[in-house]
């Protein structure tokens, strides 16, 4: 059996990619990427801690399941309002929505 | 919901909230009898409270509270009640109150410009206002004050003249600043009173036990500042009372009649229930510090007002000397000056309310305040002349009206107290209560320099003579007004009586104090 | 009838009138409130004389506090006694504000007094409010004053306690500045009446400091416990034993500074120097209220104080009697020679006024309890008074008819008036001569015997200031009287079809009455059977030699008046010419009033108000208003941290999670 440090090194290797990519992205499309990963990662603990902590229970699995959908959910909404920045401002990079009033 | 007969004070004004909310905004004149019916409605339950409470006390009934109600409204974390009760102070606040209400929304007939949502916002100061004087719990009460103080932002910022904005931000800063110091001191109050074994509470009798007995007497000094201070501001006490020149000139008619006539009365009531009577050991240790500050509003407020020239900044100025005048007998602490300060409240509630009705209808008619600009105004509208000089003797303290008795008793027990701490060697209260004295002709000094100014002497501006004089409902108003100062004036035993049924059980509190004063 | 159902009537009826008058001015013309006015006064009027009658005459009782029963003589002494006495405020438990009625010789006298001049004041303004014209529509008003004036004159008089006393005192004020300022439309009349209710109302603050002191420690308001056995209670109250002065404060004996401020509130209202700057002012309010408050009544009240509280002053505080009559003589000789420069006619009688009130403070200052010449002041005065009143009131009056005719108070527009005018002419004449003191006119037994008195106690120099001020006084008159009747006739009267002629009915009756009592004074029952410090007979000393040296002067004043003013001559200008810079000085009432605009106006307004108003707008607004703007700044500067850069927030996050992270677990 794999030991669970494999995953949990897995799992912090790809949050701060993720993390890096959110800070050091400029592009909006970049920066959801970047999200994702984080929240692979966060995925990647959970089944992993429920396969060795609890063997016997399944919530860590449905909440992974839960986070997917809720991040493909979230993709769909950031994509659409990507888009309207794109339409707008010509350009989908970071700086381009600071002003948030106007 | 007999028992609960006090929460009519609220529940009227909430219905005629409701009731003016149905009528759409043209209607102005259903909008206006809406409220002077209601307004009237509270003047008729106010009046049924006062017999009441003489009659219940006449069949013996002899707890410090009357009209008594209480249902738990929140009870997790905090212990709140919603306590109901009137003892002969509030009594006659609550009259004062409903007078004012009354007549204020006489004098805001001639409001035009969105009257629908400026009556709903009037209805609502005066709910916090009612709310104040009818409830013995702490929080309920710092809730309702807050529901008064609200309300003025918005009346002052849309409503209001001149530099509007500047004024409505700086009062509700100013005041919200006084009552975040207040609710620290009243959370103070709850948390730290509490008896061994025993459960905190926001009840005003239980915490007048509770307080002196538990709490620490450094904590007692800690809280005692911080709610007198919280409560003075909106006492106008120098040097917080800077709000009240700019907001007084700036707010329309009623709001100033009903700030300076009730609100006002909200900080001297605060500063005596809340700081006081739940701190008498406190109030006695460190009340020459705020006698001090109170003193000086005193003769500060009437020699500023010496000098100004917008009329309502005169009496915003002379609000700062009466209501110092209110803080300072509070700080006398003995039977003769509480009655005074009580009667000053009333006193000055009713007279400046007078006087800032009769300043919005001249200045509706003049379209100025500035008392250089006008002249014989006595020959072009004789009504609202003559009602003025009332008001300023009133303010004077003309004998057989309002104003001379509160002074007088303040003046009388101001002095015994003085004399009591002159002879153990401290100065401070016989210099200050000569001081306060000697407002009473600064007084007649920035009076008569408006009357002889404005309402005598010939006629300054021409295009003054055509003004028409008072309409019906201006005289309504000031008539009223007029009524109860005198009424108050002549026959002073009535209200001293009312306020001597609770009084001297609270006077018991600090008879045994001894006098502290660093000089 | 009884005398406890009618006194109620004495005072509520004046004031029920004034809230009548007062609330119906628009709705009545003035005539008939006139008439309603009068109506009622006349009735009050009535009353008054019979109770008045009645406790000097009669015999009868009322029950006092205690269910006894007391009557209005025994024996020979006149009894103090308290008609009815309401609970007005309870303030403290011993010290309760009652508003009552008090009958003893001195407010019987007075109540006769306002009685006659008020009344007389009434139908006089019928004539001269009416026929001047053209302000009829404030004739309602004016009787509606004039209703509160008399009410509040009878409650000061009437009280039965100190504090009902400031109180009517306050009225009394209040109803002087509406009275003065009934010509509201001149800015003369504006500022004089800003300035009487002042000038008062800041000596009322040195009476009610006394006030406060006198009841802290003998616990009592009322006139009766002050005065009742030689002020014992009072004596008592501030352990005041022969040796001793009692309690003390900055070394000053307390009785003195308490008293001596209750003086001050008189000499306030009383017109004594330095308070007396109101008073000439004053004139500028109608002449028949001037005639009414400020010469029989208002300005009498701080006479009437002094003798109220006389046995305070003279068995506890001897030395505020002697500062009185200091002050006293000090004010008469000074108003006296003011009076002599004046050109204004009724400014003349007003400092002829505050001259002998000043009179009448001096006889009071003179007088102590102990034997019959020492007591003489006390009766002196009060004599002084009545007499005062009635020729000063007709006096008044008479000049209230000559400026009806010539529509000027200036001296220049007058001159020979007599033949158009006798009977203001004889009237003039006889208060000019009771007023120099001539025998058998009544200011002659007055004045003489306040000149006894001042010598038979031993205040030789006083008494030699008050027998100069008598000449002066004379010579002052008569110069009025001689400019007004004689001199030389202003051209304008002959041609004008508005001929100087006597009055109405309504206007000569009163001048009439007076000059009757003037004349008459002599006939009167004598003072000294009961208006004396002890309230029973009295021996009433004459010292011929007084009376000799005080006639001589009088005529000698009067002579000189004649030389000099009978006809028109060149004198007076020549020898005005000899000083000009003194008469300018006199002229402006010694530059008084100049000191007293120095310090209100210079330093009061001018320094302390300003000031406080600058540091008010600068310096406290200006600290509200810097928390203002720091905040603002403070907020400015670090809203760049909120940059909506997501980035950075999750930087900074990342940091803030490592931090704490890195404190958690070392």
């Not at chain 2, 103080?149 to 509700?172: H, N, V």
């Not at chain 3, 058998?440 to 027998?467: D, H, P, R, W």
């Amino acid at each position: 059996m794999i030991p669970v440090q494999f995953y949990l090194v897995i799992s912090t290797l790809l949050f701060f990619i993720g993390v890096f990519g959110f800070i050091s992205r400029k592009n909006l499309i970049g920066l959801l990427m970047s999200i994702e990963l984080i929240l692979n990662a966060v995925n990647i603990n959970f089944v992993a801690f429920n396969r060795y902590l609890f063997p016997n229970q399944i919530e860590g699995y449905i909440y992974s399941l839960f986070i997917i959908v809720v991040a493909a959910a979230e993709t769909a909404v950031a994509i659409a309002i990507i888009m309207n920045v794109y339409r707008r401002m010509g350009n989908e990079t970071v700086k381009s929505i600071k002003e948030l009033k106007n | 919901m007999s028992e609960f007969i006090l929460l009519y004070f609220v529940i009227i004004p909430l219905v005629m909230m409701g009731v003016l909310y149905l009528i759409p905004g043209e209607k102005k004149n259903a909008i206006r009898y809406t409220m002077a019916g209601g307004s009237a409605l509270l003047v008729a339950l106010a009046a049924y409270i006062t017999i009441g409470f003489f009659e219940q006390r006449a069949a013996g009934m002899t707890q410090p509270y009357l009209f008594t109600a209480s249902k738990v409204w929140y009870e997790g974390f905090l212990n709140i009640h919603l306590s109901l009760g009137v003892d002969g102070i509030s009594v006659a606040m609550l009259v004062l109150s409903s007078v004012i209400t009354f007549t204020g929304s006489f004098a805001s007939f001639a409001i035009e410009d969105k009257a629908k949502e400026y009556f709903l916002w009037f209805l609502m100061l005066s709910i916090g206002v009612f709310g104040f004087f009818i409830s013995i719990d702490l929080f309920t009460m710092f809730l309702f004050y807050e529901v008064a103080l609200i309300p003025m932002y918005l009346l002052i910022g849309l409503w209001g003249s001149g530099p509007k904005e500047y004024a409505a931000m700086k009062l509700t800063l100013m005041l919200m600043g006084g009552s975040a110091f207040l609710m620290v001191g009243i959370f103070g109050i709850y948390f730290m009173s509490v008896p061994e074994g025993g459960v905190p509470t926001f009840e005003m009798v239980e915490l007048m036990k509770n307080v002196s007995t538990y709490m620490p007497i450094e904590w007692q000094h800690v809280f005692f500042c911080l709610t007198f201070v919280g409560f003075g501001v909106l006492g106008a006490m120098f040097p917080f009372h800077t709000w009240s020149p700019d907001g007084h000139a700036s707010a329309p008619t009623a709001v100033s009649m009903l700030h300076a006539g009730v609100l006002m009365k909200l900080g001297g009531y605060g500063c005596f229930r809340v700081a006081m009577c739940l701190m008498p050991q406190a109030s006695a240790d460190l009340g020459w510090i705020f006698l001090i500050l109170t003193g000086t509003s005193v003769f500060y407020g009437a020699y500023s007002a010496c000098v100004q020239n917008d009329l309502k900044y005169i009496n915003a100025y002379s609000s700062v000397s009466h209501c110092g005048m209110v803080l300072f007998a509070l700080l006398m602490m003995n039977n003769t000056a509480f009655t005074g300060a009580f009667l000053q409240m009333l006193s000055h509630g009713l007279m400046t309310a007078l006087f800032f009705s009769l300043i919005g209808s001249i200045y509706g008619r003049t379209h100025t305040r500035d008392i250089r600009l006008m002249g014989g105004m006595m020959n072009i509208m004789p009504v609202l002349c003559v009602c003025y000089v009332i008001a300023g003797m009133a303010s004077l303290g003309l004998p057989g009206l309002s104003g001379f008795v509160a002074e007088m008793n303040i003046f009388v027990g101001s002095f015994q107290r003085s004399v009591l701490a002159f002879e153990e060697g401290n100065w401070m209260f016989l210099i200050f209560t000569i001081l306060a004295c000697t407002s009473i002709v600064i007084t007649a000094v920035y009076i008569l320099r408006v009357v002889g100014k404005m309402l005598f002497g010939p006629i300054q501006d021409q295009h003054h003579a055509t003004l028409t004089d008072a309409n019906y409902y201006e005289k309504v108003a000031a008539f009223g007004l007029i009524i109860c100062v005198a009424a108050i004036g002549m026959f002073p035993s009535v209200w001293t009586d009312l306020l001597n049924i609770s009084l001297p059980n609270l006077v018991s509190l600090f008879a045994d104090k001894t006098i502290v004063a660093p000089f | 009838m009884e005398i406890t159902s009618i006194a109620p009537w004495i005072l509520l009826l004046p004031f029920l009138m004034f809230i009548f008058l007062g609330l119906t001015a628009h709705k009545f013309s003035g005539q008939t409130s006139a008439k309603i006015g009068t109506t009622a006064f006349g009735i009050v009027a009535i009353l008054c004389y019979y109770v008045a009658g009645r406790y000097f005459f009669g015999n009868f009782s009322v029950l006092d506090a205690n269910g006894f029963e007391v009557f209005n003589k025994t024996g020979e002494i006149y009894n103090q006694i308290t008609v009815f006495n309401w609970t007005w405020m309870q303030m403290t438990e011993n010290l309760t504000i009652h508003i009552g009625f008090y009958l003893d010789p001195i407010s019987a006298m007075m109540l006769v007094v306002i009685a006659t001049v008020s009344l007389m004041v009434h139908i006089y303004s019928y004539g001269y409010m009416f026929e001047h014209g053209h302000f009829d529509e404030g004739m309602s008003r004016y009787y509606a004053v004039l209703s509160l004036f008399s009410f509040a004159m009878l409650g000061l008089v009437l009280a039965t306690n100190i504090f009902q006393m400031y109180i009517f005192w306050e009225l009394v004020g209040v109803s002087s500045f509406l009275l003065i300022g009934y010509y509201f439309f001149k800015p003369a009349a504006v500022s004089a009446c800003k300035k009487a209710f002042i000038v008062t109302r800041f000596a009322d603050m040195f009476f009610l400091i006394g006030i406060l002191i006198l009841s802290y420690h003998t616990q009592t308001f009322d006139f009766d416990q002050l005065n009742a056995d030689n002020a014992k209670h009072v004596l008592d109250s501030f352990s005041i034993t022969d040796g001793s002065r009692g309690i003390t404060f900055l070394g000053f004996p307390l009785i003195t500074i308490a008293t001596f401020c209750i003086f001050l509130g008189g000499a306030g209202k009383s017109a004594m120097f330095p308070f007396h700057i109101w008073l000439p002012d004053a004139m500028e309010g109608p002449t028949p209220s001037s005639a009414l408050i400020h010469a029989a009544t208002m300005v009498v009240a701080g006479v009437f104080l002094v003798a109220r509280l006389f046995p305070v002053y003279s068995f506890a505080a001897p030395e505020v009697l002697n500062a009185i009559c200091y002050i006293g003589a000090f004010t008469a000789l000074f108003a006296a020679i003011i009076a002599v420069a004046q050109t204004d006619i009724k400014r003349v009688l007003a400092f002829s006024t505050i001259s002998q009130i000043a009179y009448m403070m001096v006889a009071l200052g003179v007088a102590r309890f102990g034997n019959h010449e020492s007591e003489l002041g006390f009766t002196a005065s009060m004599m002084h008074l009545f007499t005062h009143a009635m020729f000063k009131a007709m006096l008044f009056l008479c000049c209230g008819c000559i400026i009806h005719c010539v529509e000027s108070n200036e001296m220049s527009k007058m001159g020979g008036l007599k033949k158009y005018m006798p009977i203001t002419y004889w009237c003039f004449l006889i208060g000019c001569l009771a007023i120099a003191g001539i025998p058998i006119f009544s200011g002659f037994y007055s004045k003489g015997e306040i000149l006894t008195a001042c010598l038979e106690n031993g205040y030789t120099a006083i008494y030699v200031v008050m027998t100069l001020t008598a000449g002066l006084t004379a010579f002052y008159m008569f110069r009025l009287f001689f400019h007004i009747f004689h001199y030389e006739e202003n051209p304008e009267y002959a041609t004008s079809h508005h001929k100087p002629h006597d009055q109405g009915w309504q206007m000569t009756l009163p001048l009439i009455v007076f000059a009757v009592l003037t004349v008459g004074f002599v006939f009167l029952p004598g003072f000294n059977n009961a208006i004396t410090a002890t309230r029973t007979y009295m021996e009433m000393p004459t010292n011929w030699t007084v009376e000799g040296i005080s006639i001589a002067v009088a005529l000698l004043g009067i002579a000189i008046a004649f030389f000099l003013y009978y006809k028109k001559n060149e004198k007076p200008a020549n020898i005005m010419a000899k000083c000009p810079a003194l008469c300018e000085f006199v002229y402006n009432r010694m530059k008084i009033d100049e000191i007293w605009y120095g310090i209100t106006r210079s330093f009061i307004f001018g320094v302390i108000c300003k000031s406080i108003a600058w540091f008010d707008h600068n310096c406290i607004d200006g600290f509200m208003n810097l928390c203002a703007w720091i905040t603002q700044k403070v907020s400015l500067e670090t809203k760049d941290a909120q940059s909506g850069n997501v980035q950075q927030y999750v930087w900074v996050f990342i940091m803030g999670v490592v931090t704490i992270a890195f404190l958690a677990l070392y």
